[in-house]
């Protein structure tokens, strides 16, 4: 295969299309913002709900980097629905190139064991398969419908799962209390897996899969029902002594993305602050 000389300009993404779910919050809009600055236009999809927000994702990215950007509602554990979200922005943009499969729910901050007592027994297991549902299936539906259009397209890609620390080490919690329910890093223990399987599948095809784990960042749609004095563990858990700032993940996101990590396959990328160190 023929390289850009230049290490930097293998970052650049010019002229591709980038779709970006969960691109109405906080890591995905960050993501689109990244791809825009290195010249890609963008699909941002989120939850119809979140329709307006995702608009003015797309807005002002076509309006400060001169990109073609544009917002889909899409709910992603549907997959009909992710299918006919990926059909249209082949026919809006005329390909797709690279995927960010991002979007994804917290878990409980209540351990599964007091959520299983008494009444509340039924309301556990719901959303346990809730956050299976969405941070696994609907991971699961947008890697393999968006490979299908690469496929078929016949110019191979390259597809970003968000996956997390959590996936790997059991969230930590103060010393009084355990830790959170186990739905969140179960998924997220799935999409590592899950991530190496499917690489392997389509690199025939020259489709790269490869997986971002994220330690701490603070997202108000992921952390804003955690106690503080979870947030606080969070905050001081790792090395590095805080939480991560959402701008310091961009990078990795474009080097999985991009021709900068042409040879990985399947990869996971931990950006952690050092957290696995202890
Ligand atoms: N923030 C962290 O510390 C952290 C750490 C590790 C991994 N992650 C992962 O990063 C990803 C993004 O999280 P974030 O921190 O930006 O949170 P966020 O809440 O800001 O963004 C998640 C987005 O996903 C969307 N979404 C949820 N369910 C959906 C569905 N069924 N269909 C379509 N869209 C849906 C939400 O509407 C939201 O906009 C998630 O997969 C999360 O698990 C986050």
Same mark, same amino acid.
Not at 118 to 127: F, K, P, R, T
Not at 168 to 185: E, F, H, I, K, R
């Given at each position: ?14 002229? +591709? ?5 969960? /691109? ?9 913002? #990244? ?5 890609? %236009? ?18 002002? =990215? ?14 992603? @554990? ?16 005329? &390909? ?26 039924? /309301? ?15 991971? !699961?539906?947008?890697?393999? /419908? ?19 620390? /959590? ?10 209390? @355990? ?12 999409? =590592?897996?899950? @991530? +190496?399987?499917? #690489? &392997? ?8 899969? %490869?997986?971002?784990?994220?330690? !701490? ?39 999985? #993305? &991009? ?7 399947? @990869? ?11």
């Amino acid at each position: 295969m023929e390289l850009n000389q230049n290490v930097l300009d293998r970052f650049r993404l010019d002229g +591709k299309v980038a779709v970006v779910t969960g /691109a109405a919050g906080n890591i995905g809009s960050h993501s689109a913002e #990244a791809f825009a600055q290195v010249g890609a %236009n963008v699909a941002i999809v989120d939850l119809p709900v979140c329709l307006d927000r995702s608009k003015e994702v797309a807005k002002r =990215l076509a309006d400060q980097y001169g990109v073609k950007a544009m917002a889909y509602g899409c709910e992603l @554990t549907d997959e009909k629905q992710v299918a006919a979200m990926f059909d249209q922005i082949e026919a809006d943009f005329g &390909s797709v190139d690279v995927v960010h499969d991002n979007a994804g729910v917290g878990g409980s901050p209540t351990p599964d064991i007091e959520e299983w007592d008494g009444e509340h027994n039924m /309301a556990h297991i719901d959303h346990w398969r809730q956050v299976i549902n969405i941070n696994l299936v609907s991971i !699961y539906i947008v890697a393999v /419908a968006a490979a299908r259009v690469m496929k078929r397209e016949g110019h191979g890609g390259s597809i970003v799962i968000t996956g997390s620390l /959590a996936g790997q080490n059991v969230n930590q919690g103060p010393l009084w209390q @355990t830790q959170d329910d186990s739905s969140y890093g179960t998924a997220k223990a799935g999409v =590592l897996y899950f @991530t +190496k399987h499917f #690489a &392997s599948q389509v690199i025939r095809y020259g489709i790269r899969v %490869n997986s971002l784990s994220p330690g !701490y960042c603070y997202s108000p749609g992921l952390h804003s029902g955690f106690p503080k004095e979870v947030l606080d563990v969070y905050d001081h858990s790792q090395p590095i002594d805080r939480m991560m700032q959402v701008e310091e993940l961009q990078a990795a996101i474009l080097f999985l #993305a &991009s021709d900068a990590s042409t040879y990985c396959v399947g @990869t996971d990328l931990l950006v952690d602050g050092g957290h696995k160190n202890w």
